[in-house]
T-cell receptor, first 114, second 114 residues
Framework: GENVEQHPSTLSVQEGDSAVIKCTYS??????FPWYKQELGKRPQLIID?????GEKKDQRIAVTLNKTAKHFSLHITETQPEDSAVYFC?????????????FGQGTTLQVKP | NAGVTQTPKFRVLKTGQSMTLLCAQD?????MYWYRQDPGMGLRLIHY???????AKGEVPDGYNVSRLKKQNFLLGLESAAPSQTSVYFC?????????????FGDGTRLSIL
């Protein structure tokens, strides 16, 4: 079946540094790629998403890049802050199914040290 | 506007017992999903629905049943609970559009099977 691989599984950075999380997907028809942030004990919340017709999208300190040829996309967080500490999930749509289904990566635990 | 509401928030069951988890959304979303979240495995799709009266299997459907009798509600049932079903269960919903739309998650149900 289709899958999404996410790396690294854990990431520790100093406050103010940048953090990068990478995902690779297998479904060549995938055209929608959201990123979710999940704080401990809370629901996953959408932080940014990108569609296949663009290569990069930014929202303040967060950016996502997409390389459709290589079938990978990345989340970039600049000037990290302790409140960025959480688990981050990437996801890719199951293209062509018309169901809105997503396949999620395994998650990356980001720790930002003050 | 409460978004996606899940009940109950916590539950402990004995092996063999049955129960139903309720998901309700007030955003008039067509699509609804049930996921389970286990450590290191991300979010895995159990069942989903693309509209009232329709349901379909996801990635890990065994041991679960669902019903969508009303557009705003999506029920997940465990007929005979097993310890392997100990997990955190999340419901999500999304719009129908020409392109994929973000999924909105509930707060989750933490279920323990003894």
């Amino acid at each position: 079946g289709e899958n999404v691989e996410q790396h690294p599984s854990t990431l520790s950075v100093q406050e103010g540094d940048s953090a990068v999380i990478k995902c690779t997907y297998s479904d060549s028809a995938s055209n929608y790629f959201p990123w979710y942030k999940q704080e401990l004990g809370k629901r996953p919340q959408l932080i940014i998403d990108i569609r296949s017709n663009v290569g990069e999208k930014k929202d303040q300190r967060i950016a996502v890049t997409l390389n459709k040829t290589a079938k990978h996309f990345s989340l970039h967080i600049t000037e990290t802050q302790p409140e960025d500490s959480a688990v981050y999930f990437c996801a890719a749509s199951l293209g062509g199914s018309g169901t809105g289904k997503l396949i999620f990566g395994q998650g990356t635990t980001l720790q930002v040290k003050p | 506007n409460a978004g996606v509401t899940q009940t109950p928030k916590f539950r402990v069951l004995k092996t063999g017992q049955s129960m139903t988890l309720l998901c309700a959304q007030d955003m008039n979303h067509e699509y609804m999903y049930w996921y389970r979240q286990d450590p290191g495995m991300g979010l895995r799709l159990i069942h989903y629905s693309v509209g009232e009266g329709t349901t379909a299997k996801g990635e890990v459907p065994d041991g679960y049943n669902v019903s969508r009798l009303k557009k705003q509600n999506f029920l997940l049932g465990l007929e005979s609970a097993a310890p392997s079903q100990t997990s955190v269960y999340f419901c999500a919903s999304s719009y129908i559009r020409a392109s994929n739309q973000p999924q909105h998650f509930g707060d989750g149900t933490r279920l323990s099977i003894l």
